[in-house]
C-alpha cells in the first residue's frame, strides 16, 4: 500500500476536485449536449429536411432565439440532476445506470421551459423543434455522461479525484471489500491499507484503531470503510469514537444475517423506528405492467419470428435426428415446478451416465447445430412459450433443477429467496458474466439476490439492454 506524497493533492484539494470541480465539468458537458440539441433540432425543422416536407407559415426565425432556448433548457436540466445528486461523481456509474436518470431529467426540464415560455408573449417558437428537442436530447446526454465518464476515468488514472481508503474489520466481507479496492484507480478509490488486523495474508498493518488520529494524518485518509464480522461488530463505538473531530468519512458494510444482500427500509410503529428488512418485491401496479409486457413481447416476438423457429427445427432434425425439443424440470417462483422447452443442442444420452449434471463451455456431448444454437443462445427462444404462459418473465434469476436447488439450498444462505419472484430468460448474474461453469453458484446467487431485493421495471430495461450487446458479443445471456 501507498503512503501520501508531497506530490499527491492533500485530502482538501481531493475534496474539492471530487465535489466541485468534476461535478461542473459534467454539468458543463451536459448543458453543452442540451444545446447541440436544441440548435440541430432547429436546423432541422427551419432548413433540412423538414423545411420542404413542412414548410412553416411564417418567417424563419433567428438562430439566436433556438440558442437561448437550448442554455435555458441546459442549465434548467443541470440544476435538476443537481437536486437529485445526478452529479455525485465519488464513484463511476455504470452508463446504463444513468439513463434513467437523464430521460427523468429530460422531460421534467422541457416542460418546466415549456410552462415559463407559455407566459412569453413575445416570440411564437416552433412545436416541431421543442419534440424535436426531446428525441435528440436524450441520446445527446448519454454521449455527454460518456465523454466525461472517459475524462473520468483519465483523470482518476493519473490520481485527480481518487480518494485514500483505509479498511478496518476482518471476516469474508472484509476480504472481499479488499480485493474489490485493490481493482485500480479508476473504481475512484486508492486503498491505502488496513486499520488494526488485516482481513487478506501478507499485509502489515498501518496501525490500531487508537492510533487512528494520527494515521489519518500519516497517510492522508478520505475514508476509513468500517466491515467487522458479528463478533467484532461492538467495536464499533470504539472506532467512531476515535474517528470524533477528524474530517475523514465513516462507511459501515454490515455482515449479520446477510443484511447487505437486502435493501433496508425504514418503517414506524407507534413512532418507532423500525428496519424492514424483507419486502414482496414485485406486487402493485409496477408488477401487472411487468406481466403486461413480458405477455405483450413475447407474443409479438413469437410470431414475428416463427420463421426463425422452423429453420432451427428443421437444422436440429437434419443434424441429430429426433427430438427436436427438449424439455426439463425447474422450480420457479414460490418454489413451483415447471417445464423448459429448449431446442435440443446434444446427444439424447447426454446424462444417461452421468446423472444431471451442469453443461460448460466446450462441452462435448453439444452436437454441431447444437454448438452453434449454443453459442448465440438460440437454444433458448422456446422458452418465450413459457414467459407467454406466465411460468417465466423476459427478466429474473435463472431457474435451476430441482436436483440442485435441494442441493443448493443446503448450504447457501438465502438461496431460496431467487424464487420470490419469477425466473427469467436473462438475469442480472448472466449479463454481468457469471455464466456456467464461468462463476461459482455462490457468485451468481449473490447478484440474483441483489436482483430481487432492488428490481425495479427500469432495471429490468437495463438488463434487456445488456443482454442484447452480451448476446452480439457472442457470450449469450440467457
Given at each position: 500500500?501507498?503512503?501520501?506524497?508531497?506530490?499527491?493533492?492533500?485530502?482538501?484539494?481531493?475534496?474539492?476536485?471530487?465535489?466541485?470541480?468534476?461535478?461542473?465539468?459534467?454539468?458543463?458537458?451536459d448543458?453543452?449536449?442540451?444545446?447541440?440539441?436544441?440548435?440541430?433540432?432547429?436546423?432541422?425543422?427551419?432548413?433540412?429536411?423538414?423545411?420542404?416536407?413542412?414548410?412553416?407559415?411564417?418567417?424563419?426565425?433567428?438562430?439566436?432565439?433556438y440558442?437561448?432556448?437550448?442554455?435555458?433548457?441546459?442549465?434548467?436540466?443541470?440544476?435538476?440532476?443537481?437536486?437529485?445528486?445526478?452529479?455525485?461523481?465519488?464513484v463511476?456509474?455504470?452508463?446504463?445506470?444513468?439513463?434513467?436518470?437523464?430521460?427523468?431529467?429530460?422531460?421534467?426540464?422541457?416542460?418546466?421551459?415549456l410552462?415559463?415560455?407559455?407566459?412569453?408573449?413575445?416570440?411564437?417558437?416552433?412545436?416541431?423543434?421543442?419534440?424535436?428537442?426531446?428525441?435528440?436530447?436524450?441520446?445527446?446526454?448519454?454521449?455527454?455522461?460518456?465523454?466525461?465518464?472517459?475524462?473520468?476515468?483519465?483523470?482518476?488514472?493519473?490520481?485527480?479525484?481518487?480518494?485514500?481508503?483505509?479498511?478496518?474489520?476482518?471476516?469474508?466481507?472484509?476480504?472481499?471489500?479488499?480485493?474489490?479496492?485493490?481493482?485500480?484507480?479508476?473504481?475512484?478509490?486508492?486503498?491505502?491499507?488496513?486499520?488494526?488486523?488485516?482481513p487478506?495474508?501478507?499485509?502489515?498493518?498501518?496501525?490500531?484503531?487508537?492510533?487512528?488520529?494520527?494515521?489519518?494524518?500519516?497517510?492522508?485518509?478520505?475514508?476509513l470503510?468500517?466491515?467487522?464480522?458479528?463478533?467484532?461488530?461492538?467495536?464499533?463505538?470504539?472506532?467512531?469514537?476515535?474517528?470524533?473531530?477528524?474530517?475523514?468519512?465513516?462507511?459501515?458494510c454490515?455482515?449479520?444475517?446477510?443484511?447487505?444482500?437486502?435493501?433496508?427500509?425504514?418503517?414506524?410503529?407507534?413512532?418507532?423506528?423500525?428496519?424492514?428488512?424483507?419486502?414482496?418485491?414485485?406486487?402493485?401496479?409496477?408488477?401487472?405492467?411487468?406481466?403486461?409486457?413480458?405477455?405483450?413481447?413475447?407474443?409479438?416476438?413469437?410470431?414475428?419470428?416463427?420463421?426463425?423457429?422452423?429453420?432451427?427445427?428443421?437444422?436440429?432434425?437434419?443434424?441429430?435426428g429426433?427430438?427436436?425439443?427438449?424439455?426439463?424440470?425447474?422450480?420457479?417462483?414460490?418454489?413451483r415446478?415447471?417445464?423448459?422447452?429448449?431446442?435440443?443442442?446434444?446427444?439424447?444420452?447426454?446424462?444417461?451416465?452421468?446423472?444431471?449434471?451442469?453443461?460448460?463451455?466446450?462441452?462435448?456431448r453439444?452436437?454441431r447445430?447444437g454448438?452453434?444454437?449454443?453459442r448465440?443462445?438460440?437454444?433458448?427462444?422456446?422458452?418465450?412459450?413459457?414467459?407467454?404462459?406466465?411460468?417465466?418473465?423476459?427478466v429474473?434469476?435463472?431457474?435451476?433443477?430441482?436436483?440442485?436447488?435441494?442441493e443448493?439450498?443446503?448450504?447457501?444462505?438465502?438461496?431460496?429467496?431467487?424464487?420470490?419472484?419469477?425466473s427469467?430468460?436473462t438475469?442480472?448474474?448472466?449479463?454481468?458474466?457469471?455464466?456456467?461453469?464461468?462463476?461459482?453458484?455462490?457468485?451468481?446467487?449473490?447478484?440474483?439476490?441483489?436482483?430481487?431485493?432492488?428490481?425495479?421495471?427500469?432495471?429490468?430495461?437495463?438488463?434487456?439492454?445488456?443482454?442484447?450487446?452480451?448476446?452480439?458479443?457472442?457470450?449469450?445471456?440467457?
Open positions: 500500500m501507498k503512503e501520501a506524497s508531497a506530490k499527491e493533492p492533500r485530502r482538501g484539494e481531493r475534496s474539492l476536485v471530487v465535489t466541485f470541480w468534476l461535478p461542473m465539468m459534467a454539468s458543463l458537458f448543458v453543452l449536449a442540451v444545446t447541440g440539441a436544441a440548435l440541430l433540432s432547429y436546423y432541422l425543422r427551419f432548413h433540412w429536411p423538414l423545411m420542404q416536407a413542412l414548410p412553416p407559415h411564417w418567417k424563419i426565425t433567428d438562430t439566436y432565439y440558442l437561448t432556448f437550448g442554455l435555458v433548457l441546459g442549465v434548467v436540466y443541470v440544476a435538476i440532476s443537481w437536486s437529485y445528486r445526478g452529479y455525485n461523481v465519488r463511476r456509474q455504470p452508463l446504463d445506470q444513468e439513463v434513467g436518470r437523464i430521460l427523468r431529467g429530460s422531460v421534467l426540464a422541457l416542460g418546466l421551459v410552462a415559463a415560455i407559455f407566459f412569453y408573449r413575445e416570440f411564437s417558437y416552433s412545436r416541431l423543434v421543442f419534440l424535436l428537442t426531446l428525441l435528440f436530447m436524450v441520446p445527446a446526454l448519454i454521449v455527454s455522461r460518456s465523454l466525461f465518464q472517459r475524462v473520468q476515468i483519465a483523470l482518476f488514472r493519473r490520481g485527480v479525484g481518487v480518494q485514500r481508503v483505509a479498511l478496518w474489520g476482518t471476516g469474508e466481507v472484509a476480504a472481499k471489500l479488499w480485493r474489490d479496492f485493490e481493482r485500480g484507480r479508476t473504481q475512484g478509490f486508492e486503498l491505502v491499507g488496513a486499520v488494526g488486523k488485516p487478506v495474508e501478507n499485509v502489515q498493518p498501518l496501525g490500531e484503531v487508537e492510533q487512528l488520529r494520527d494515521l489519518v494524518f500519516a497517510h492522508d485518509l478520505d475514508l470503510v468500517m466491515a467487522p464480522p458479528p463478533e467484532e461488530e461492538d467495536r464499533m463505538n470504539e472506532v467512531m469514537k476515535a474517528a470524533e473531530g477528524l474530517t475523514v468519512e465513516l462507511l459501515y454490515p455482515s449479520a444475517v446477510e443484511i447487505t444482500r437486502s435493501r433496508i427500509r425504514v418503517t414506524e410503529v407507534g413512532g418507532r423506528p423500525i428496519l424492514r428488512l424483507k419486502t414482496v418485491p414485485m406486487a402493485g401496479w409496477r408488477y401487472v405492467v411487468k406481466r403486461t409486457l413480458d405477455f405483450a413481447f413475447s407474443a409479438l416476438f413469437l410470431l414475428a419470428f416463427s420463421w426463425l423457429y422452423g429453420l432451427i427445427a428443421l437444422a436440429v432434425r437434419l443434424d441429430s429426433r427430438p427436436i425439443f427438449y424439455k426439463q424440470r425447474r422450480v420457479g417462483m414460490d418454489g415446478e415447471f417445464d423448459v422447452i429448449k431446442f435440443r443442442t446434444m446427444r439424447t444420452d447426454a446424462e444417461a451416465k452421468t446423472g444431471p449434471v451442469w453443461a460448460k463451455g466446450g462441452d462435448p453439444a452436437t447445430v454448438r452453434f444454437l449454443r448465440w443462445s438460440l437454444d433458448e427462444l422456446p422458452q418465450f412459450w413459457s414467459v407467454l404462459r406466465g411460468e417465466m418473465s423476459l429474473g434469476p435463472r431457474p435451476e433443477r430441482p436436483h440442485f436447488v435441494e443448493f439450498s443446503r448450504h447457501i444462505p438465502q438461496y431460496l429467496d431467487r424464487h420470490r419472484v419469477k427469467g430468460l438475469g442480472w448474474a448472466q449479463v454481468c458474466g457469471l455464466r456456467g461453469s464461468d462463476s461459482t453458484i455462490e457468485e451468481r446467487t449473490e447478484y440474483d439476490l441483489f436482483y430481487v431485493e432492488n428490481w425495479s421495471l427500469w432495471f429490468d430495461v437495463r438488463i434487456l439492454l445488456r443482454t442484447v450487446v452480451e448476446v452480439i458479443r457472442g457470450r449469450g445471456a440467457m
